[in-house]
């Protein structure tokens, strides 16, 4: 099965920071992935789709990149509702089964 | 707009507890989309449970599919005259202890994504 991994685990940044986490995935998923915020006691939110598509509603300041194996989520200004944990995610078909990521974990410094 | 209401969560014995859990669903077409489970433990990553594909509609046999830490212990259905996800949880264990999420998937270039999340409902393993 297909593993995600990403890091860092957690970062530390300032409002206005560029924000920049990675997810890689143990073999190639070409441009299969899907990132998710979730802040502390709420549920998660599609952020972004087959790995540079943002989801209706989501600022701009969030975008993604990569394929392959090596993908990222950029925040371009960091805001003070951004800090929250962002998760990667990967369908696969065959064997039908979905994987997280472990999370990166985005703080106040 | 899109609304995902869990219950059934609660605390059981390890072992033989048994839960079920219910997902009412409203504000789409219930019966086209796939509908998914995931849980997430205390401070830990999201887990992905089972999924049920979409039955255009019908009630009849919707393929399912399980993540192998809950594969023959639990069972996923929907009815999609009431608009309702099912996740029937027998032989639970500590380690089954969780918030669980009803989501909904989207369909993108063979790609399957959750853009609907329900709020939980947390269910405690524990003697």
């Known amino acids: 099965a297909i593993q995600l991994t990403q890091s860092p685990s957690s970062l530390s940044a300032s409002v206005g920071d560029r924000v920049t986490i990675t997810c890689r995935a143990s073999q190639d998923i070409r441009k299969g992935l899907g990132w998710y915020q979730q802040k502390p006691g709420k549920t998660p939110k599609l952020l972004i789709y087959?790995?540079?598509s943002l989801e209706s509603g989501v600022p701009s300041r969030f975008s993604g990149s990569g394929s392959g194996t090596d993908f990222t989520l950029t925040i371009s200004s960091l805001q003070p509702e951004d800090f929250a944990t962002y998760f990667c995610?990967?369908?696969?078909?065959?064997?039908?089964?979905?994987?997280f990521g472990p999370g990166t974990k985005v703080d106040i410094k | 707009e899109v609304q995902l209401l869990e219950s059934g969560g609660g605390s059981v014995q390890p072992g033989g507890g048994s839960l079920r859990l219910s997902c009412a669903a409203s504000?789409?077409?219930?019966?086209?989309?796939?509908m998914s489970w995931v849980r997430q433990a205390p401070g830990k990553e999201l887990e992905w449970v089972s999924v049920?594909?979409?039955?255009?509609?019908?009630?009849?046999?919707?393929?399912?599919y399980y993540a192998d830490s809950v594969k023959g212990r639990f069972t996923i259905s929907r009815d999609n005259s009431m608009n309702t996800l099912y996740l029937q949880m027998n032989s639970l264990r500590v380690e089954d202890t969780a918030v669980y999420y009803c989501?909904?998937?989207?369909?993108?270039?063979?790609?399957?994504?959750?853009?609907?999340w329900g709020q939980g409902t947390p269910v405690t393993v524990s003697s």
């Open positions: 989501a909904k998937g989207v369909a993108v270039d063979g790609m399957i994504y959750f853009d609907s």
């Open positions: 049920i594909r979409g039955s255009g509609g019908h009630t009849y046999y919707a393929a399912s």
């Open positions: 504000g789409f077409s219930f019966g086209s989309y796939a």
């Open positions: 087959g790995a540079s």
């Open positions: 995610q990967h369908f696969n078909s065959y064997p039908f089964l979905f994987a």
